[in-house]
């Protein structure tokens, strides 16, 4: 008997481009998601079940052209695929696993974060759609940092900071530091129970400035 296997007819990561072919016109659009994926480095260096991409293109339809996130994650999948690392990012490749969290850095072109990158993420199903914007909010109307989470199929913003990534275990914030020699207003994961735990530190407000210290250590010792 034929076996079907509905994955011989689709396009591969090889056949595929990598991403949109549309340069960033800002280079924090690289390194807010780079230092985030060092950040989880650290944090996740026993785990290998987990995959940040930057400036790669997610691929859901085989017609359909890839998003491309500035950063994105997802769990629940190889973390190395080849000795090549992913082209892109296939759903039909990745066990149609899609991102439970999705970053956008606003720059001065507006890429249409607030609605139609929005609502194709929605579409998709991603959980948490974070949008980090600090030189053009003002134009934008909008906050310089705001995470939207995904609730019977529409994003509702979260209030606080850091806000709470339920899927990741994890909270994202802001705060100054210093990465590749600059220094800045950064984005940051926080993870309290491994905080407190490893460091003992309380209250909580200085828990997190304690482990954002070594936080910046460690990423700027990351290549």
């Known amino acids: 008997m034929i076996q079907y296997d509905p994955l011989q007819y689709l396009p591969s990561a090889e056949e595929l481009p990598d991403s949109d072919d549309t340069p960033v016109d800002n280079e924090l659009q690289i390194l807010i998601p780079t230092?985030?994926?060092?950040?989880l480095s650290w944090l996740w260096s026993e785990r290998q079940d987990w995959f940040l991409g930057v400036n790669m293109g997610v691929y859901y339809q085989p017609k359909e052209p890839a998003i491309v996130p500035d950063g994105f994650l997802s769990l629940g999948v190889v973390r190395r695929k080849s000795a090549k690392g992913r082209l892109s990012y296939v759903l039909w490749e990745e066990n149609y696993i899609v991102p439970q969290w999705?970053?956008?850095?606003?720059?001065?072109?507006?890429?249409?974060?607030?609605?139609q990158k929005l609502e194709k993420y929605a579409q998709l199903g991603v959980l948490n759609y974070t949008i980090y914007n600090p030189h053009h909010w003002r134009r934008d109307k909008h906050e310089p940092f705001e995470v939207y989470r995904l609730?019977?199929?529409?994003?509702?913003?979260?209030?606080g900071e850091p806000i709470e990534i339920p899927e990741l275990g994890l909270l994202i914030g802001r705060d100054q530091g210093i990465y590749e020699g600059w220094q800045r207003e950064w984005l940051y994961w926080y993870d309290y129970q491994r905080c407190s735990a490893v460091l003992g530190v309380s209250p909580m407000s200085d828990c997190i400035k304690t482990r954002k210290s070594l936080i910046d250590t460690r990423a700027n010792c990351i290549p």
């Open 151 to 159: 609730v019977d199929g529409q994003y509702i913003r979260q209030s």
């Open 35 to 39: 230092l985030l994926r060092a950040v």
């Open 102 to 115: 999705v970053l956008e850095v606003v720059s001065q072109t507006p890429g249409g974060e607030y609605d």
